[in-house]
């Protein structure tokens, strides 16, 4: 693997940008559930500290392995 890609910008093929826009309707709606159900504190924003993580780690998980996605 050349050692740029990892830092490159992948533009998603289609069928990626489908599958980005579910996970970050999952990941919405996740964060939406945990603002109604838990009380403002520390543990709610590490909790939403890493909901985003894990987002931005499944969204690239999508395009970095996506073969159809073209590298800029």
């Known amino acids: ?9 992948h533009n ?5 940008l489908a599958k980005i826009t579910k996970l ?14 838990c009380p ?3 543990h709610l924003s590490v ?3 890493n909901l985003e ?3 931005m780690w499944a969204i690239k ?3 970095f392995n996506d073969p159809s ?4």
């Open 12 to 16: 998603p093929s289609p069928d990626g």
């Open 24 to 37: 970050r309707e999952y990941f919405s709606d996740g964060e939406r559930l945990l603002r109604e159900t």
């Open 69 to 72: 996605s073209e590298v800029k």
């Open 61 to 63: 998980s999508v395009v």
């Open 53 to 55: 993580t894990t987002a």
């Open 47 to 49: 909790a939403i500290t």
């Open 1 to 9: 693997m050349p050692i740029d890609k990892p830092y490159a910008y």
């Open 40 to 42: 403002e504190s520390r």
